[in-house]
C-alpha cells in the first residue's frame, strides 16, 4: 500500500507535469490567461455547465460584446436575453444569470465579490461555480470540484474509476488534500487537472498514450479497472423529451423576431397537444415565456 510520503512524492510530480503541459497545451479560450473580467469568468462558466465549449465560445463572445458587466446585463430586457442564450441549452440558466447581474449590479457596485460566502449566495451560483471563479478570476486557493476533476484525482491517486453523481465527502477531501500550497500552484493545478480530464482523461474513452501524468497514475498502472462504469442512471435521450419540446417552442419565438405567435402557430409546432401545453405551461412558470388573453406565446417584456 501506497504511504502517504509515496503519495505526495507522486503528486508534486504530477503538478511539475500537468503545469508544463498546461503551459504549452492548454485550449486558447476567449477567457483564459487573463483576458477577461471576473464578470466574464462567471459568465463562461455558467454556459459551460452542461454544455460543450466548442458550442460555448461564440455564445459567449457574442454575449460580452453585448453585455460585458453586470450592469449592462441587468438592464437588458428578458426577451434579448433568453435570444441571445440560443441554443446553449437550459435558458433558465440565462435568467437566473441576469437574476445574478442585478444583484451585483445593485449591492455590489458592479464588481463580483471576492468571498466563498458572498458569491454562493448570489441567485445561480452554486458551489462549483463560485470555486472557480475565485480561483481563476481572483487567483485564490480553493480547490475546484466539477466532474473533470473529479474523474482525474479519483484515476490518478486512487486508482479507480469516478462513478459520478454529486461529490462525496472522499472527493472533496482528496481535492484538498492534493490542492498545492502555493496560490498561483493551487490555479494552474486546478486548471490543469479540469483541462485534463476534458480533452485526454475523459470518461470513456481516456487518451493514455498522450496522457502527460501517465506514469503517476494508479488507474492506468492497475489496467483501467471498471473503466467507464457509473453509479448515476443512463442519460435521457432527449428526442421527443419535454426539454426538446420546449426548446421548439423558445427557438420559434425567437425565429419571430419579437412578434408573438398564435396559438394556432403554437400547435404546429409539435403533433402531441398535451405534451406541447404542458411544456408551454412549464416554459411561462419559469418566466421564459408568457402567454396572452387569447392563448398567443410571447417572450417576456
Known amino acids: 500500500m501506497e504511504t502517504s510520503k509515496q503519495r505526495e512524492t507522486r503528486a508534486e510530480r ?20 487573463g483576458r477577461t473580467t471576473p464578470w466574464g469568468t462567471l459568465v463562461s462558466e455558467v454556459m459551460s455547465q452542461q454544455t460543450q465549449m466548442s458550442r460555448v465560445v461564440p455564445y459567449w463572445l457574442a454575449w460580452m460584446e453585448r453585455w460585458p458587466d453586470a450592469r449592462s446585463l441587468a438592464a437588458a430586457a428578458k426577451a434579448d436575453v433568453i435570444s441571445a442564450w440560443g441554443r446553449l ?6 435568467l437566473r444569470l441576469q437574476e445574478c447581474a442585478q444583484v451585483v449590479a445593485e449591492q455590489y457596485n458592479n464588481e463580483l465579490p471576492q468571498t466563498y460566502d458572498e458569491l454562493v449566495a448570489l441567485p445561480g451560483i452554486g458551489d462549483y461555480t463560485a470555486s472557480a471563479v475565485l480561483s481563476f478570476a481572483f487567483g485564490k486557493r480553493i480547490a475546484v470540484i466539477d466532474t473533470n476533476i473529479r474523474r482525474v484525482n479519483t484515476r490518478a491517486f486512487e486508482g479507480t474509476e ?47 498514450d498522450q496522457c502527460p501524468i501517465r ?30 419540446v420546449r426548446g421548439l417552442v423558445l427557438q420559434a419565438l425567437r425565429d419571430s423576431n419579437g412578434v408573438a405567435l398564435e396559438y394556432a402557430q403554437v400547435q404546429q409546432l409539435w403533433k402531441d397537444q398535451l405534451q406541447l401545453d404542458r411544456c408551454v405551461a412549464s416554459l411561462d412558470e419559469d418566466g421564459l415565456i408568457e402567454i396572452g388573453p387569447d392563448r398567443s406565446v410571447s417572450l417576456p417584456a
Open 215 to 244: 506514469e503517476q497514475c494508479l488507474f492506468y498502472a492497475n489496467g483501467l479497472p471498471g473503466l467507464g462504469q457509473k453509479r448515476t442512471r443512463p442519460r435521457q435521450r432527449f428526442k421527443g423529451t419535454d426539454r426538446m
Open 14 to 33: 504530477a503538478r511539475l507535469e500537468l503545469a508544463a503541459w498546461w503551459e504549452t497545451s492548454a485550449r486558447d479560450l476567449p477567457w483564459r490567461f
Open 89 to 94: 441549452g437550459y435558458p433558465r440558466r440565462a
Open 162 to 208: 469516478s462513478l459520478g453523481g454529486a461529490a462525496s465527502r472522499a472527493e472533496r477531501e482528496l481535492a484538498n488534500e492534493l490542492l498545492p500550497l502555493d496560490i498561483r500552484e493551487s490555479v494552474v493545478w486546478n486548471e490543469s487537472v479540469m483541462e485534463l480530464g476534458a480533452v485526454f482523461c475523459t470518461a470513456k474513452a481516456p487518451l493514455c
